[in-house]
């Protein structure tokens, strides 16, 4: 009997497998190009009908997607896709992924949303156009030609804040840098955002009487280039958090704590965390309120919450505002004479606004140890490292480099003995092997605190019919930074297919040491992902079993 093809079903829920593996020659060496959905936003408990957009060769087509409670199937008509979310699913985002016999495509996200979603109507770059919404909403448009701009009025009562949160380059990948503007109806402009979440807008405005006001859209390409004036394609996809209600911008989840952050937001409001699926890290979500944030490495192990300077032992996670201007953050511990630490804060490359600068002192000398403001080229975030000559208490200062500060001025803050290591990385999570043709793996080598033993780098889970040697990273030479693992085609079965790829380094004797490293790829800063996907095409000739 012919053996069935492992299909990639590892922690996924496989939601639609519509097609036979057999697809015509004429679209054999076509490859499912999946560039996004519209609308980008889907209600809790609802069902509905999206677009998928994109090039798909056959259809209908196969599609998984990342969150259990988001079922998706392929519509009839080509290019539509079947949506259904689960009553009281939090809010947040689900990948998706479109496959055929002989291709896959990239993740696509959508968004969950705990209200109703608002599909925007063109035209609506006028005044006199904006679409009419009621709150809460989130609403999902499209900013689709260069000049193009929406407008949304909504009714507003006095002396209660309204919340406007767009969503477009931070998790849709959207290729674009969005302004928002709220004006009165003759379209004076109240007030104006644009870099508050990455390259995303939010405004927070407080109306001072009960009235009609206007919000307004508009981008620039998220890389500059020679075009002067508003940017827009059918890739310049968002979507808007709109609400007089409660808001969660973000959370500090702590062993201890779950605290709220955002506007109008109770005193005994409750944070709910969402743990991860196999893309996404755990999310942070209100239940009656619009918004949610990723969480990071808080979740897992010692951490705390600054509210005043305090000594702690390490290793530890530190979470914190910078509330008001000048203003220092101090976290001491004891440290070992000739022990190597690292001390690294993050806000920026998470989307907040905090440009940080990192000292590391000495409590009894007031020697400096360490310094930084930018661990990276226009990153922001800082990092230093110190290696103190005697026992003795030291201070980690945490200062804002602008003197700016205000409620997205949130970092994560961890400090640490650092022993040497290494990293693994790949610039895709998938791959597509054909019968007559070998491939190539990039994997990039990041060697860290003078990490210097060999790494053996392999491929694990291959399946049966393909074959690739282990490659061997030198501590110096071309190596030390990055290798190729080479795929090859034998007698396969065609499928999908779950792999990892594994790094070991090796003693002096090329036996193992330590612990298994896997390799990953960034989805987005806050997203790595670390099982691929394999793609084995064209080749129905395998043994049968």
């Known amino acids: 009997m012919r053996a069935e093809p492992r299909r990639f079903s590892r922690g996924w829920s496989l939601l639609c497998v519509v097609q036979a593996w057999f697809i015509t020659a004429s679209h054999a060496c076509a490859q499912v190009q999946f560039d996004r959905v519209y609308p980008a936003a889907i209600s809790s408990g609802a069902q509905s009908t999206v677009v998928a957009e994109g090039k798909f060769p056959s259809w209908p ?55 109703s979603v608002t599909e925007e109507k063109e035209p609506n770059d006028k005044r006199n156009d904006g679409n009419r919404i009621e709150l809460p909403t989130i609403v999902s448009g499209r900013l689709q030609k260069s000049g193009d701009s929406d407008g949304y009025r909504v009714k507003v009562e006095r002396g209660r804040r309204l919340v406007v949160s767009a969503t477009a380059n931070q998790v849709l990948q959207s290729p674009m840098d969005a302004v928002l503007q709220i004006t009165d109806a003759r379209g004076n402009v109240l007030a104006q955002s644009d870099d508050r979440r990455g390259l995303d807008p939010q405004l927070v405005f407080t109306p001072e009487t009960d009235e009609e006001l206007i919000i307004r859209i508009f981008a620039f390409p998220s890389t500059p280039n020679s075009t002067v004036g508003f940017g827009g394609s059918a890739a310049f996809v968002y979507t808007l958090d709109v609400t007089q209600g409660p808001f969660l911008d973000h959370a500090a989840v702590t062993g201890s704590q779950k605290l709220p952050f955002g ?85 920026k490359a998470d989307g907040f606004l905090l440009d940080s600068k990192l000292d590391a002192i000495e409590s009894k000398s007031g020697n400096v140890l360490a310094s930084n403001d930018d661990v990276a080229r226009g990153g922001y975030d800082a990092a230093v490292e110190f290696t103190p000559d005697s026992d003795g208490d030291v201070e980690i200062r945490l200062t804002e480099m602008l003197d700016a500060f205000g409620p997205r001025h949130f970092y994560r803050l961890s400090i ?105 790829y960034s989805l987005q800063p806050s997203i790595k992902i670390g099982t691929f996907w394999l793609t084995l095409a064209g080749n129905e000739k395998a043994e049968d079993k």
């Not at 942070?284 to 490495?297: D, I, P, T, V």
């Not at 808080?298 to 305090?310: I, P, V």
């Not at 190596?479 to 190729?484: E, G, H, I, P, S």
């Open 416 to 520: 640490r003995p650092v022993s040497p290591t290494y990293r693994l990385n790949v610039s895709t999570d998938r791959f597509v092997l054909k019968e007559d043709e070998a491939i190539d793996i990039a994997v990039a080598i990041k060697r860290q605190s003078g990490f210097s033993p060999k790494i053996r780098i392999e491929i694990e889970d291959l399946p049966e019919g393909v074959t690739c040697k282990p490659v061997i990273s030198e501590s110096k030479g071309e190596t030390a930074k990055a290798v190729k693992l080479k795929l090859e085609p034998g007698r396969f079965r065609s499928g999908h297919y779950p792999i990892r790829v594994v790094g070991r380094a090796l003693d002096t004797e090329d036996k193992p040491i330590g612990v298994v490293q896997a390799a990953s």
């Open 263 to 347: 506007y109008n937001l109770k005193d005994n409001t409750s944070v709910e965390v969402q743990g991860a699926d196999r893309i996404s890290p755990p999310i942070a979500y209100s239940n009656g309120a619009l918004g949610w944030s990723f969480l990071g490495e808080e979740t897992a192990g010692a951490s705390r919450y600054y509210t005043q300077s305090f000594e702690t032992t390490v290793p530890t996670v530190v979470l914190g505002h910078i509330r008001t201007a000048n203003e220092t953050h101090t976290v001491s511990f004891l440290a070992k004479g000739g022990t190597k630490y690292r001390a690294e804060a993050r806000s």
């Open 61 to 115: 087509v196969s599609v998984e997607s990342s969150h259990d409670d988001v079922e998706v199937s392929a519509g009839k008509d080509p290019g539509r896709l079947q949506i259904a979310v689960a009553e009281g699913a939090s809010p947040g985002v689900a990948w998706l992924r479109i496959f055929d016999s002989a291709s896959v495509s990239k993740l696509v996200p959508i968004i969950i949303s705990p209200v």
